[in-house]
C-alpha cells in the first residue's frame, strides 16, 4: 500500500513539473485557481490515470497482439497518451486538459517516472519486493499456469547466444560478469557451479546446435542454409518456414518432441523444444490464427504500461549507442570492420533490448509459475560480435548487461514456488577475421565462376564492392530473423529463391559464417568430383588451392568422398585424421566432424571450408561479418557449458562432450535428476482424476 502511495505522488508531482514546463499541457482554468485547487487536479488526473493503465491497459494489450510486435512497440505511445486524455476528461475539477501530443510525451515521462519510483522502493523494500513476487506467483497459480505445490526442482537453461568458452573465462577474469564469477569461485569447480568447454558439429551454428540441443537431432544439417535439390529450395535456419520443417524432420527422426515436452517453456529460441508455453520461437512464427503461441509473451511484458516505456527509451538508448561506436571505428579506421549502416542499429538494438527484456520477463514468469523446464535463448553477443567482432569493447559491455541478466533470473530463483537449477550454456562460439572478400577483393561465388570459366564483373582487389550482386547471402543473425518475426515478415533471401531455372553451368554459392556451400542444381544428385572434373576442369583445383581456402569436400566415385587440400593433396575421408593433411591445425574432432557432414543426404556437391590461422585463432567469413560461425577453425567450434554442481558431470573425466546430440542427452539426464521420471502432463492429470 505504501509503495502504491509514493508511486502515485510520484506520477502527481510530475504532472505538476510538466505542466509548468509545457505550453499545450495545463491543470487550471483559463482564468487561473488557487495552488490547491492544482495540486488536487493533478492528484486526480494521476489516480486516474494509473487506474486506467492498471484496469484498461492489459486488454488493450491482449487485443494489440493482432498486429505485429514492433508495430505494437510505437502504438504503446500512443495508447498511454490516450488514456491520459481520458483520465484528464474524468477529472472531477473539470479543468485540466492538454493537446493529443503532449499527451503523448506527459503520458510516457509519468509512466518512466513511476517504474522508476516502484522500482527504487522495491529495490530498497526486500519484504515488499518478495510479497509482489509471491503475489505475482500465487496469481499464476491460480489461473492455472503453474503446477502448484512443486517441490522437487526445476531447471532454467539459459543460451548466450555465440559466447565462446574462452570469451567467458576472459569476461570472468577481467571483472565484466560478477555473477558468473560469483557462482564459480576462485576456481573452476567452486562453491556453485563448473564450467566446461564442449565442441559443436562442423555446422557451428545455432540452427545445428539448438536443434540437436532440443530436438535430440541436427542430422542433415549442413549449414546455416543449404540447397535442396528435389524441392529447388534453400533452406534457411531463420526463416520460419525452414525452422518448422527441421523441427518436424527431428521429431520424425527421434519419435520424440523434445527436451522441453513436460511442463516445458521455450523462450526467444528457434524451436520450441516441444514446450507448450512459447514465446518468440521461430517455428511456430509462420502459424496463423491461435495456432501461433509464440508472440504471448509480448503481452505478458508489455500489459504493464512502465515496462512498454522503459524498453522503448533503451531501445532509442542503444541505437545511439550504436552510431557512436561505428562512426568511432569509422575515424580511427579500424581494421578489420564491415558495414554498420542502413538498419542495423536497429536490429542491434531489438536484440539488446526488446529481445533479451520481453524473454526475461516470459522467464521471470515461467519461474513463478513454476514450470519445470525452461530453455531460453539470448541473442545479444551473438548479433553485436558478428560486426563489432568478439572481442570488441561493444561486445563485453553486451556481455556485463547479460550477467545482470542472469543475476535477476537467479534473484527470482529465491522467490520461486520451488528451487531452480540455473545451467547457463552457448550454442557456439566466434571466431575473429576479416571477411574473405576484404582480403581478396572478390567473393566466394566470384571464385567459384572464375573457377567455371564463367563471367565475372571486374573488382578492385582489396577493397570491397558495394553493389549487391547475386551469389552474396545475408547475415545469418538470429536477431535479424527475430526482427522480421516479430514483424509477421517471412524472413526470405530473394538471392536464395533458385526455383528458375538456370543454365546448366551456373552453380548456386551460399555461405554460412566461414563455410561454403556449391551446388549444381540441374543435377538431382550429388555431383562427384569425376562429374566435376568433366564439366568444369578448373573449379576444383581453382578453390583447393587458393589461399583463403582451407581444405575442400567432395563425393567420390572411386573413395566415397575426398577431402582436397592445397598443393594437389587428396584424402579420403575414411583415411583422415586431424593431425595430418589438409585438416591438420583445425583442432580435435576435425576428421570426424566432415566424415559425419559427408554421410548427410543434403550435403553440397562441394562444401569449402576457409583457410584457418591456429596461432591467431581467426578465420576468413564468406559473409561480411568480422566476428563469424558456421564452419571449422577457431573459438567458432568451443561454446561452454556452465551447470550447478547439484548435477552430475556433463561427461566423465577425461572425456570431451562432443556434438549438440549429446548436450541433448546431458540434459536429459539433468532433468530426470530434478524431477525424477519424466510422465506426461495429461497422464499425470488423468492418474490425479482417477485418484480423487
Keep these: 500500500m505504501g509503495r502504491s502511495v509514493a508511486v502515485w505522488a510520484a506520477s502527481t508531482g510530475t504532472m505538476l513539473v510538466l505542466a509548468a514546463v509545457l505550453p499545450d499541457f495545463r491543470l487550471q482554468s483559463p482564468g487561473g485557481d488557487s495552488a490547491t485547487r492544482i495540486a488536487v487536479t493533478a492528484a486526480a488526473g494521476a489516480g486516474v490515470f494509473g487506474l486506467l493503465s492498471s484496469l484498461v491497459w492489459p486488454l488493450l494489450v491482449r487485443l494489440l497482439l493482432l498486429v505485429p510486435a514492433l508495430v505494437l512497440g510505437l502504438l504503446v505511445f500512443f495508447l498511454n497518451g490516450s488514456l491520459l486524455l481520458v483520465a484528464l476528461r474524468v477529472n472531477p475539477s473539470g479543468d485540466a486538459e492538454a493537446a493529443p501530443e503532449t499527451a503523448v510525451v506527459v503520458a510516457a515521462v509519468m509512466s518512466a517516472v513511476a517504474s522508476a519510483t516502484g522500482a527504487a522502493l522495491a529495490v530498497r523494500d526486500d519484504d515488499a519486493y518478495r510479497r509482489r513476487l509471491y503475489r505475482l506467483a500465487d496469481r499464476r497459480r ?49 562453491p556453485g557451479h563448473r564450467l566446461t568447454a564442449w565442441r559443436t558439429d562442423w555446422s557451428s551454428q545455432t540452427g545445428a546446435s539448438q536443434l540437436g540441443i532440443l530436438h535430440g537431432s541436427n542430422h542433415d544439417v549442413p549449414a546455416f542454409r543449404w540447397y535442396e535439390k528435389e524441392t529447388r529450395e534453400v533452406v534457411v535456419c531463420n526463416r520460419p518456414t525452414s525452422a518448422a520443417e527441421l523441427q518436424r524432420r527431428a521429431v520424425e527422426r527421434t519419435g520424440d518432441a523434445g527436451l522441453l515436452t513436460v511442463d516445458g517453456a521455450s523462450r526467444g529460441n528457434l524451436f520450441s523444444g516441444g514446450a507448450d508455453q512459447l514465446a518468440l520461437v521461430l517455428s511456430v512464427s509462420a502459424r496463423r490464427g491461435r495456432e501461433n503461441r509464440s508472440r504471448a509473451g509480448y503481452f505478458a511484458y508489455f500489459s504493464d504500461p512502465a515496462n512498454a516505456v522503459r524498453t522503448a527509451m533503451s531501445f532509442a538508448a542503444e541505437v545511439a549507442r550504436e552510431i557512436g561506436q561505428s562512426t568511432r571505428v569509422r575515424l580511427k579506421r579500424q581494421r578489420p570492420r564491415v558495414g554498420r549502416g542502413g538498419l542495423y542499429p536497429f536490429v542491434r538494438a531489438f536484440a539488446t533490448v526488446v529481445e533479451r527484456d520481453v524473454v526475461v520477463a516470459a522467464v521471470i514468469g515461467d519461474m513463478l509459475a513454476g514450470r519445470s523446464a525452461i530453455y531460453a535463448d539470448l541473442v545479444a553477443y551473438d548479433e553485436v560480435a558478428h560486426h563489432s567482432g568478439p572481442h570488441s569493447r561493444d561486445a563485453e559491455k553486451v556481455l556485463h548487461r547479460l550477467d545482470r541478466s542472469l543475476a535477476l533470473l537467479a534473484q527470482v530463483a529465491g522467490h520461486a514456488p520451488r528451487p531452480y537449477r540455473i545451467v547457463v ?66 524472413v526470405e533471401e530473394k538471392a536464395e529463391h533458385h526455383r528458375a531455372a538456370r543454365r546448366h553451368s551456373e552453380p548456386i554459392v551460399l555461405a554460412s559464417g566461414n563455410l561454403g556451400l556449391v551446388s549444381f542444381p540441374d543435377v538431382p544428385h550429388r555431383m562427384s568430383k569425376e562429374e566435376i572434373d568433366r564439366r568444369h576442369p578448373a573449379l576444383l583445383s581453382t578453390l583447393a588451392n587458393h589461399p583463403g581456402v582451407g581444405f575442400v569436400l567432395v563425393r567420390s566415385e572411386e573413395h566415397g568422398g575426398v577431402v582436397l587440400g592445397a598443393f594437389g593433396a587428396e584424402i579420403p575421408v575414411d583415411r583422415l585424421a586431424d593431425e595430418t593433411g589438409p585438416l591438420a591445425g583445425f583442432g580435435p574432432g576435425a576428421a570426424d566432424a566432415v566424415r559425419r557432414t559427408h554421410s548427410f543426404p543434403h550435403a553440397a556437391d562441394i562444401m569449402v571450408n576457409s583457410w584457418y590461422d591456429p596461432a591467431e585463432g581467426e578465420v576468413l567469413a564468406f559473409e561480411e561479418q568480422i566476428g563469424s560461425h558456421g564452419g571449422l577453425g577457431g573459438a567458432q567450434g568451443r561454446p561452454f557449458l556452465l551447470w550447478p554442481v547439484d548435477l552430475s558431470a556433463p561427461a566423465e573425466e577425461g572425456t570431451e562432450l562432443v556434438g549438440a546430440e549429446q548436450v541433448h542427452q546431458v540434459f536429459r539426464r539433468w532433468l530426470q535428476e530434478c524431477d525424477g521420471p519424466q510422465v506426461p502432463l495429461v497422464a499425470a492429470e488423468e492418474e490425479d482424476e482417477r485418484a480423487a
Design 142 to 190: 491460480r489461473r492455472g499456469d503453474g503446477r502448484c505445490g512443486r517441490v522437487t526442482p526445476g531447471a532454467v537453461f539459459v543460451q548466450l547466444d555465440g559466447v565462446g568458452h574462452d570469451v567467458l573465462r576472459a569476461a570472468v577474469a577481467k571483472g565484466l560478469m560478477p555473477t558468473v564469477a560469483s557462482w564459480l569461485g576462485p576456481l573452476d569447480g567452486g
Design 425 to 490: 550454456l552457448s550454442d557456439h562460439g566466434q571466431s575473429p577475421g576479416e571477411t574473405f572478400r576484404t582480403r581478396y577483393g572478390l567473393s566466394l561465388a566470384d571464385l567459384v565462376r572464375a573457377g567455371c570459366g564463367l563471367h565475372v564483373p571486374r573488382k578492385v582487389v582489396g577493397v570491397p564492392p558495394r553493389v549487391k550482386q547475386w551469389g552474396n547471402t545475408h547475415s545469418g543473425a538470429e536477431a535479424r530473423a527475430a526482427v522480421r518475426a516479430a514483424l509477421r515478415r517471412p
